[in-house]
């Protein structure tokens, strides 16, 4: 049934090149253009929006290959024309959205929601993304191109994706990260993987650098995210995010942004439904950065006018410490399109932010620390309203973070206070003591 539908990659600055999904390139011949990945929409609206929510409802916890994923459960709008046998999935998507009750009684807003998109094989929202990547290149191989190994540079989270799907479906993987600058949680993933791990001097953007470098040989594929395929994958956790609400639209969704790939994602799938008329009213976008990496915050504050890419500070939020976010332009006319706003969020707010939200039962990192202070000062300047209805995008586990996480609790964070450290008791192993602890500790 997918064979109706077809995609292809179409240069995102509008001169009309076309490439197939499964050639090696990721700019325009013609102007250098990042390419997106582009739908046949007119067969798409040969179904109804209705139809295409039942469609995508029935296949919820489907046994039936490869629609149990989140992603290839809308396979038609995902890449239609790749073959069954050549998916590579770990059942990724169909992420819970839950009510944050407590934090939102604590700010006045009852109807709060975060999506969990950690809870995942690799436990970031990069595997959405990456399970329709590895699934193209297991495609390429298989119709006899000469790839060697799929590469990527990461600030964490996208090498252990890449790593764990080329590790399941047998193609080599590069994974260049910049040396201590990632936890060692991710540090440990791709190396665990089998990936051939490269450390290097520098950022992310160095080590971006390099790979687009050693990309130029076609033998090596390039898993960044300039390669549009991810954001097909990506794009499905606003399709997601629908039909938890049974299609109605929250008012916003909030979402943290480093490469700025997963908003312009999130803004695609929303716009995709409303053209396919699954929706008709749209969410508005709120992108949360970090303060010591900024670049998008700042251009937004001149209406977009003017762009600089920045020098990326450190900050709690590694897997968003980018200073020249390759989505950059893809990203603004999302936003533009969903009346978007950007805020953003230092050391101290973002890491109380997401302290904040693990003592009411949450567990998360950094970025959605990010996300969660860049919503509590949106609602204090009125931007969003108490009773609106709200999804902050939470992009990976708070296990992911220990190292930080640690560092909290322990106080030992420059520029942040800690005011929700939660240290555990030392005690001598003497009942009393314990007894005197306990009853200063309990009411
Ligand atoms: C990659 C990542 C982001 C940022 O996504 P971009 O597409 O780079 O904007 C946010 N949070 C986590 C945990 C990530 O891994
Ligand atoms: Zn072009």
Redesign the pocket.
Known sequence: MAQKYHSWLECSRGCGQRYSVYDVIYRCENCGGLLDVAHDMDALKGRSGAEWRALFDSRIRSEEWPYGSGVWSKKEWVLPQIHDDNIVSTAEGFTPTLRARRIGQQIGMPDLWVKL??NSLTG???DLGMTVLVSAVQQMIADGKPIRAVACAS????SAALAAYGAAAGIPTLIFLPRGKVSTAQLVQPIASGATVLSLDTDFDGCMRIVQEITTDNSIYLAN?MNSLRMEG?KTVAVEILQQFDWKPPDWIV???????????LGKGLLMMRALGLIERLPRIACAQAERANPLYLSYQTGYRSYQPVEAQKTL?S??Q?GA?V?YER?VKVLRQLDGVVEQANEDELADAAARADRDGLYV????GVALAALFKLVERGIIQREQRVVVVS??HGL?FTDSKVAYHEGHLPQVLSRHANPPLELPADLSAVRKALDERLT
């Not at 600030?155 to 996208?158: A, E, K, L, M, V």
């Not at 990192?365 to 959605?368: F, G, K, L, N, V």
Request: proline share 8%; charged share 10%.
């Open positions: 998109c950690g970031s929202f990069k600030t964490g989270d996208t995210s990506q979402i943290p942004a480093g490469n700025l790939g997963n908003v312009s994602a939020a897997a968003i980018i976010p989505s990203a990192c950094p970025q959605t992009t990976a992911k």
